[in-house]
């Protein structure tokens, strides 16, 4: 038809349909399955707050969901219109897991429109935050702070100086510090050993899914960890990568950083296997898996870690005590 856009679903290029509805774009690019992680990382820290307290302020958790939220779509709309503009949308090619959502590249969007949404998402996660610095003072505002700067300039600054993965490993450990700090008004070490495991786990993420982007990104002057070590020496930091979160897991139970029952963690190590396995062939087909077996991964541990300080706290978890 005349006029029409085809666009192909992003995991199955056979299928295609074409797009009548605008909510559909904006669904695409706003990419909520992976909103997950920084859920994930709030849910961390109120369950290690319940584990200690047995309470919850479910007010505060609330705004803290929230607030999280709204800056975790801010990044994402904000990458969108950055690589689109820089033209690394335009020259990737699209997985179910990597190269983007297409959406720009395609007209689907306006990319002024996803600018300035995605700058708004940003106030209104940096409202909710000021809200929190009048409540519990310049801790908060120092955790706000690194947020909102890294926020704005890691699609169009961090990511060509090499510090994307550093800076998805620090965004989980201070989204578990922060809530833990809210909700208690305490500074401890194990919210910030907890929130390194979330970080890593993120951070393994998008290091993995950096491999199908490699020459567009290179091309464009995008400097990811993998085009600074490589494509060979990247495969070969991969796995020990991959591990070291479960490294820190036992390391954690050992030096009562985290709760013994976190060794229901390991019930992720299938998928550990799988990618590690895939990441050896490197073939597009095995990137696929590689990518998917770690996405899997990182929100089985994740949420198992959640589980396991449940399972520790008593009395048990009553929606009754939140």
């Known amino acids: 038809m005349k ?43 109120v369950s290690m707050v319940y584990y200690e307290t047995s309470l919850v302020n479910f007010s505060y958790t609330i705004l803290i ?102 800076f998805v490993a620090v965004k989980g450990a201070l989204i578990v510090f922060g809530t833990y700090f809210v909700l208690t008004n305490s500074l401890e070490i194990n919210p910030l050993y907890n929130g390194i495991i979330i970080g890593i786990l993120s951070s393994c993420v998008l290091y993995v899914t950096s491999f199908p982007d490699f020459d567009a990104d290179k091309s464009k002057g995008r400097k990811t960890l993998v085009i600074s070590l490589g494509k060979e020496r990247a495969l070969k930091l991969y796995p020990i990568l991959l591990i070291s979160p479960y490294i820190l897991i036992v390391l954690g139970i050992l030096f009562n950083q985290i709760v013994s029952y976190s ?22 087909e095995d990137l696929l898996v590689a990518m998917g077996s770690t996405l899997v991964l990182a929100r089985i541990t994740g949420t198992m870690l959640i589980v396991s300080y449940l399972l520790a706290a008593h009395p048990p978890l009553n929606l009754t005590n939140l």
């Open 263 to 284: 060794v229901i963690c390991f019930i992720s190590t299938p998928y550990l296997l799988k990618a590690i396995k895939a990441i050896k062939k490197a073939s597009p």
């Open 3 to 45: 006029g029409s856009i085809k666009i192909e679903w992003l995991g199955d290029n056979k299928k295609e349909m074409e797009l009548r509805n605008p909510l559909f774009a904006w669904s695409r690019i706003l990419r909520l399955r992976f909103v997950l992680s920084s859920i994930i990382a709030v849910l961390l820290g």
């Open 65 to 166: 969901l929230t607030g999280v939220v709204f800056l975790h779509l801010s990044i994402d709309l904000l990458n969108d219109y950055w690589d689109y503009v820089k033209g690394i949308d335009k020259i990737t090619r699209r997985t179910k897991f990597s190269g983007g959502t297409g959406v720009l590249p395609r007209g689907l969007l306006k990319a002024k429109h996803v600018y300035v949404v995605g700058l708004v998402f940003l106030v209104l996660g940096s409202l909710i935050g000021i809200y929190f610095i009048i409540l519990r003072g310049p801790i908060v505002g120092l955790v706000l702070g690194v947020a909102v700067f890294s926020v704005y300039t890691y699609s169009n600054k961090l990511v060509y100086h090499g510090l994307g993965e550093t």
